[in-house]
């Protein structure tokens, strides 16, 4: 069993940063893969980012690449995204996901264990 919370979503003006920390528990945790998820408002949640369970994979959607950062501490159970030069369309509820694989996953589905997401609101 794993458990994630979500943390450090807030309200931020176009092109400045954000740093979302997901703390999970659980003994599985390191031999995880992990993700980040967005779901804006009427839309598909979607893949983000994401991180093999020793951190030397990482992917990231074409929309945020050069933007944003993921990484992971398994010594201290957490994955920190790290967000910059925001956009208005970077406005949603992230969520923090883990996987039953050690490797990156890209679909949702392929996640069995999720945060209850942060939200982010990037204003014009």
């Known amino acids: 069993q794993v458990q994630l919370v979500e943390s450090g979503g807030g309200l931020v003006q176009a092109g400045g940063s954000l740093r979302i920390s997901c703390a999970a528990s659980g003994r599985t945790f390191s031999s995880r893969g992990m993700g980040w998820f967005r779901q804006g408002e009427g839309k598909e949640r979607e893949f983000v980012a994401g991180?093999?369970?020793?951190?030397?994979?990482?992917d990231y959607a074409a929309s945020v690449k050069g933007r944003f950062t993921v990484s992971r501490d398994n010594a201290k159970n957490t994955v920190v995204l790290q967000m910059n030069n925001l956009k208005p369309e970077d406005t949603a509820v992230y969520y923090c996901?883990?996987?039953?694989?050690?490797?990156?996953?890209?679909?949702?589905?392929?996640?069995?264990?999720w945060g209850q997401g942060t939200q982010v609101i990037v204003s014009s």
């Open positions: 996901a883990a996987n039953p694989s050690q490797t990156i996953a890209y679909n949702r589905r392929n996640y069995d264990y």
């Open positions: 991180i093999s369970w020793s951190g030397r994979s990482i």
